[in-house]
């Protein structure tokens, strides 16, 4: 089992090498949460059973005196001469053993030598065994680890992980800051992970979730703190452009799809987690869920740009409002650690494309206007000939 686990670790590790680099890579975003998960699960299973392996050597270490000691009395002319060995045996097997040692005499000297049995605990070296079990428990992340090196965050250069100010705790290693200001600290977990923790006593104590680096965990904490305190993180978002083979919309569209499906995934995960037995919240998983799923069919159902804009905004809404119904519950803090990041994410990401959705329709725009006022013989585009804002589609059939 040991073996199928290190194996699996080990391939899990690899297929996370093959991500890039950059925190905001579109990959790493989606794939990067669930490599770390397993990455996490397996950590852990293997500690379960090394656990176990090291009780039942333990166990065994103490059990095999009576299931050993029922042959030994018949070998004990052979491979014993200690007179304290023979002695429980002593009575039945006098003549078998007289030739060895005057133990009739010794036994009956000596009736508390029956203890002596209790103590060929003797072959305590077995005990040994639990030695190299002993020896594996460091190799686990529990010591002390070098504190993170100074460096900007690649998504947002004006953000930047640097070393925790107090390395008196062990489990912190590392702080993020938003120019001058402390937003969070990163933990390494016990099983090898990193987590950010929110440290603005503006908003509620929220953390990510497992991450297999320092910088990535500060990513997320980035993330999960522009989305409860609307601090900008990130590249300012781009109106999309046309391609030779797909229009803008087509663009956004599929970007929509992908945002929600791959959301749908990491909320439920989170929800599966937080409430193994069923959601605590059932009402609020079915909005968001029935929200995201509209949003992924935005490249089959061709929606309009309002449209479009009204489902994104609705899907951010519904996360928002569950992040505050979360400071209502009787497990808050449980819930708030395991959910917090999963719904606040969805609200970054929401967010971010909404406002590219709406550059790009204020770009149609303007081209419109500027091609109306060329067709006019005006030289200028006053914006009197504009299009409502509400009609000019940003669909795939119009450039």
């Not at 002319?77 to 039945?92: C, K, L, Y």
């Amino acid at each position: 089992m040991e073996a199928d686990l290190n194996a699996a670790l080990q391939a899990t590790v690899q297929l996370g090498s093959t991500l890039p680099d950059e925190p905001g890579d579109r990959a790493r975003q989606h794939m990067g949460f669930p490599l770390s998960y397993l990455t996490y699960d397996l950590r852990r299973l293997r500690e379960y059973l090394q656990a176990a392996v090291d009780a039942t050597t333990s166990e065994r270490s103490n059990a095999p005196i009576p299931s050993s000691s029922p042959p030994r009395p018949d070998r004990l002319p052979t491979d014993e001469s200690a007179p304290g060995a023979t002695a429980p045996a002593g009575p039945a097997r006098t003549p078998v053993n007289s030739t060895t040692e005057p133990s009739p005499g010794e036994t009956t000297d000596e009736p508390p030598q029956p203890a002596t049995p209790a103590a060929p605990p003797s072959p305590a070296a077995p005990s040994e065994p639990a030695d190299p079990p002993a020896a594996t428990t460091p190799d686990l992340p529990m010591e002390p680890e070098p504190p993170v090196e100074p460096s900007a965050l690649p998504h947002d250069p004006s953000y930047r992980l640097a070393p925790a100010q107090d390395p008196t705790n062990g489990f912190v290693i590392g702080e993020v800051r938003a120019g001058t200001h402390l937003i969070a600290e990163i933990t390494r977990t016990a099983v090898g992970g990193y987590k950010g923790h929110l440290l603005d006593v503006s908003v509620p104590p929220y953390s990510t979730s497992p991450s297999a680096s320092p910088q990535e965990a500060a990513h997320k904490a980035a993330i999960l703190n522009s989305a409860v305190t609307g601090r900008p993180y990130g590249p300012e978002p781009t109106a999309a452009q046309d391609t030779g083979t797909h229009t803008r919309a087509d663009i956004l569209r599929a970007e929509m799809r992908t945002l929600a499906t791959s959301h749908w995934v990491t909320v439920n995960r989170a929800v599966q987690e937080t409430w193994p037995e069923g959601c605590a919240q059932p009402r609020l998983l079915e909005e968001l869920n029935e929200q995201l799923d509209l949003v992924s069919t935005a490249v089959d159902r061709d929606p309009t740009a309002n449209e479009m804009h009204d489902q994104l905004h609705d899907a951010a809404w519904i996360a928002n409002d569950w992040l505050d119904r979360i400071e209502n519950l009787p497990d808050t803090e449980w819930v708030r650690q395991n959910m917090g990041y999963a719904l606040a994410a969805v609200v970054y990401d929401v967010n971010r494309l909404t406002h590219r959705l709406d550059l790009t329709a204020a770009a149609v725009t303007a081209e419109r206007a500027a091609a109306e006022g060329c067709r006019t013989g005006g030289t200028s585009a006053t914006g009197e000939g504009q299009p409502h804002p509400g009609k000019h589609p940003v669909t795939a059939h119009n450039g």
